[in-house]
């Protein structure tokens, strides 16, 4: 398949992709209370519109509320209350600034589209990035990229996929946070030799995924892990492309302790909100 016909065809795929999101967005007719939470958090000058002394025991119109969910006039350019409402809430703030940014595109009334036009874009990306992993894991197959591409847009268009792409929060960006460390990951084991670049760029993606929800901070453990073993393979810490783990290896037990740590970290986290 020439180069031509590769891109027009994964074109034409995105863009019926991009159809099926646009018809569940158009009959999506209610929000969750975790999509009122992202838009409030972005927006709002509170983390919860209950914080108000006026909530309580009073009757409030439909204003009231859209107030909570929208940006005004006033509150155009302040990203500060993203900053400040996160720093109470438990969330990292990446996803909230791009949705606080999406939202000055919809100003004094509240929209669901901003929120699903960012995940539009990510499930695009997430596409793409799904199709590069597949033609590496079938690289020895016939019709790689066919394949790659039927899977790449069968997975993109499961009632889990576009359930996630109508859903205002921060898991279909976390989805592609996951898919670019695959993705790396199998670059750095093909690669013959130390390979810097890919190594930052891990190191970039780790950054990413941690400011942007809080339950990824699991995951750079492996990374690290996978990093040290890249690097050090050829003390014959890795042989065979599988991992060894030596109880008597003080780098691994280091590593570990780390994941042990991350996992406590989130339990806290949650437990603190419970609490609050």
Not at 80 to 108: C, T, W
Not at 267 to 274: G, L
């Amino acid at each position: 398949m020439n180069k031509k016909k590769e891109i027009l065809i994964i074109a034409i795929l995105i863009i019926v992709e991009v159809g099926f999101i646009i018809i569940g967005g158009i009959n999506k007719s209610y929000i969750h209370m975790d999509e009122a939470y992202s838009l409030g958090l972005a927006s709002y000058d509170k983390t919860e519109i209950q914080a108000n002394e006026d909530f309580y025991n009073n009757w409030h119109t439909k204003e009231y509320y859209e107030d909570y969910l929208a940006v005004n006039d006033d509150e155009k350019g302040n990203y500060g209350v993203v900053y400040e409402n996160q720093k109470n809430d438990v969330h990292p703030p990446l996803y909230y600034l791009i949705l606080r940014f999406a939202m000055g595109f919809s100003i004094n009334h509240f929209s669901k589209w901003p929120g699903i036009i960012i995940n539009i874009i990510i499930y695009i990306l997430i596409t793409l990035v799904m199709y590069q992993i597949l033609q590496k894991l079938l690289k020895n197959e016939k019709n790689q990229k066919e394949k790659s591409m039927i899977i790449a847009f069968m997975s993109s268009i499961t009632l889990a996929s576009i359930t996630t792409a109508l859903y205002i929060r921060m898991y279909a960006l976390a989805t592609l946070n996951i898919l670019i460390a695959v993705l790396l990951h199998i670059k750095l084991l093909e690669s013959k030799e130390k390979n810097t670049k890919i190594l930052v760029l891990i190191g970039i993606s780790t950054l990413v995924r941690c400011i942007n929800t809080l339950l990824l901070f699991i995951l750079p453990r492996n990374a690290i892990y996978n990093i040290y073993i890249k690097i050090h393979k050829t003390k014959g810490i890795q042989k065979s492309n599988k991992l060894h783990y030596n109880n008597g290896n003080k780098w691994n037990n280091i590593i570990n302790n780390m994941a042990v740590f991350n996992k406590a970290y989130v339990f806290w986290v949650q437990r603190a909100r419970r609490n609050r």
